[in-house]
């Protein structure tokens, strides 16, 4: 039946979508949430609502997917910081506002990012997702969406999926999905991705490094982040110009996880030393 209601909207919208020079804009509102117990450190409820406060502007962000048939481009919005409200609270020396790049028709990713100061050009091969269709359904603004979900691998240094690590009970609980950060952090080997696409939209695109159904993927819930599209626009009047990024040092992204987690290691080392040599590294994770 699912596919069946899926052929019938392509049928619909490859007619509307068929020409050469289709264009489209999705602006996606991304949210994060973490744990606020802040490294085990007691804090009243007044002191985790100013901290969450300041997180805010990394917790909240707002993306613009410009797209083509096969290209797109997906950046941070930019925005103007409110008088009196200082930059907020970063993680570690990442400034974001990076820029993602896919072509899904050669399977080229490409990733503009500053760390640290530096810029870095990330390039990998865009592989093919290994998606599992379902038959769910739910409506997303006028499109009617289809459910999909994957297994995805996580980095050690994906902040967002990281938690405290409750060494009380770790001799009770299963760690074969959890993986060490430092004493205090860890991280789940693998999390559930779920997607929702719309046929309606016959692209094979979304948010970031996602792609590879047969629609717009309009949400993604990807651990504690959700990553959902409050607005589209096709052929807007204004001609999108899509270009690769060329700004920052051209890097795998296995040299460029050599270059963040030599980083990691070199600030433990000095907030180490700080602490007089006891190891509570980790805590500015959260």
């Known amino acids: ?106 399977g080229k990713l490409l990733e503009s990012t500053e760390f640290f100061g530096k810029n870095f050009l990330i390039t990998e091969k865009a592989e093919q997702p290994k998606w599992e269709l379902g038959s769910e359904t739910k409506q997303i603004g006028n499109y009617t969406c289809f459910k999909a979900t994957l297994v995805k691998k996580t980095s050690a240094f994906d902040w967002r999926n990281m938690r405290r690590r409750n060494r009380d009970n770790e001799e009770k609980k299963d760690t074969s999905n959890v993986k060490k950060v430092t004493d205090e952090v860890e991280i789940p080997k693998e999390i559930v991705v779920t997607a929702w696409y719309t046929p309606q939209i016959p692209v094979s695109n979304g948010p970031g490094e996602y792609w590879g159904l047969p629609g717009l993927i309009l949400e993604i819930n990807e651990g504690r982040t959700t990553i959902l599209c409050s607005e589209i626009t096709m052929n807007p009047s204004d001609k999108i110009d899509i270009k690769e990024p060329a700004k920052g040092k051209e890097i795998t992204r296995e040299e460029y996880n050599k270059v963040v987690k030599e980083k990691m290691e070199e600030m433990r080392e000095r907030f180490r030393s700080r602490r007089g040599g006891n190891d509570r590294g980790g805590r500015g994770f959260h």
């Open 1 to 106: 039946m699912k596919r069946i209601i899926t052929s019938f909207f392509l049928c619909i919208s490859v007619a509307v979508f068929s020409q050469a020079n289709f264009q489209g804009k999705a602006i996606y509102q991304s949210k994060t949430t973490v744990d606020t117990d802040f490294g085990g450190r007691q804090m009243s409820e007044e002191q985790k609502k100013r901290i969450l406060e300041r997180m805010k502007n990394m917790l909240e962000k707002t993306y613009i997917l410009n797209f083509t048939k096969k290209e797109s481009i997906y950046k941070e919005e930019e925005k103007l910081e409110a008088p009196g409200s200082g930059r907020g609270f970063r993680f570690g020396g990442f400034a974001g506002g990076g820029t993602t790049y896919k072509n899904v028709k050669e």
